[in-house]
């Protein structure tokens, strides 16, 4: 398998709810903390962490896209009601006076470097905005991402920034839509805060707010 390229028509790519996930939990968690360790999230992974954040998938509406070739998953994306999200998430749309009823919250995007660039990434978003639209009374989806300076001096040669893939689907940066977590950095010994700001797309014809 090593160094061929994955044979796209023998990927499955479908979306868990509930109980259904479990068994998946461990590896989706492994999955996270080998991608998240790339620029710009930089994150020294923490299994105790993985375990308690990924368990919040599989109740309240939340759903996990997965890929798999074979046995092994390869790629994933969760999604959430807002309403259900935790308050580090909630939070800020509370506090800008947006109500977290009308909204989706995506958490995040993965694939392994080897299946990327082949359109798998459309079809992660594809399967959650289709699972958000049926949630009753959500008009948007949103996802946040990690705010880094531009001249960050981790940023590795031919980094390309997945800002234009996201606003060709439709999403809207809000900079001032922000929240903040901590998350230990590769070499670093203790946690520390990161902003992380939101994007918001409509999922019928509803204005942006
Ligand atoms: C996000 C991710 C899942 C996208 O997966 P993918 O299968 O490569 O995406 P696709 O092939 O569907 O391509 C999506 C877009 O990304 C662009 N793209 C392709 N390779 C890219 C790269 N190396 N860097 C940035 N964008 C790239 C493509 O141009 C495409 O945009 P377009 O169709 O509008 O032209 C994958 O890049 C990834 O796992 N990244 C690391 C984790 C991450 O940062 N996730 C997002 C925050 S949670």
């Known amino acids: 398998m090593e160094g061929e390229t994955p044979k796209l028509d023998a990927l499955r790519i479908e979306t868990l709810t509930g109980p259904a996930l479990l068994p998946h939990l461990k590896d989706l968690a492994r ?19 993985e375990a308690s954040y990924l368990a919040r998938y599989c109740r309240d509406g939340g759903a996990v896209v997965l890929v798999r070739d074979g046995a092994a998953v390869v790629g994933a994306a969760t999604c959430l009601p807002l309403a259900a ?3 580090v998430i909630r939070e800020p749309f509370e506090d800008h006076g947006l109500d977290p009823a009308r909204f989706f ?34 008009a948007h989806a949103c996802f946040c991402a ?27 940066p809000y900079p001032d839509l922000v929240c903040h977590m901590a998350w230990r950095e590769i070499g670093d010994a203790a946690a520390c805060r990161h902003d992380l700001s939101f994007w918001i797309r409509p999922l019928s014809d509803t204005p942006l707010p």
């Open 85 to 87: 999200e935790n308050d």
């Open 146 to 172: 990690v705010v880094r300076p531009g001249d960050d001096p981790r940023r590795p040669d031919g980094h390309r920034s997945l800002d234009g893939f996201w606003r060709r689907r439709g999403y809207v």
């Open 31 to 49: 999955l996270r903390i080998a991608v998240f360790r790339e620029y710009p999230y930089l994150y020294e992974g923490d299994a105790a962490y």
């Open 105 to 138: 919250y995506f958490g995040e995007s993965v694939l392994l470097p080897a299946y990327r660039g082949r359109g798998i990434g459309h079809r992660l978003f594809d399967a959650r905005e289709a699972h958000a639209a049926t949630w009753p009374g959500v």
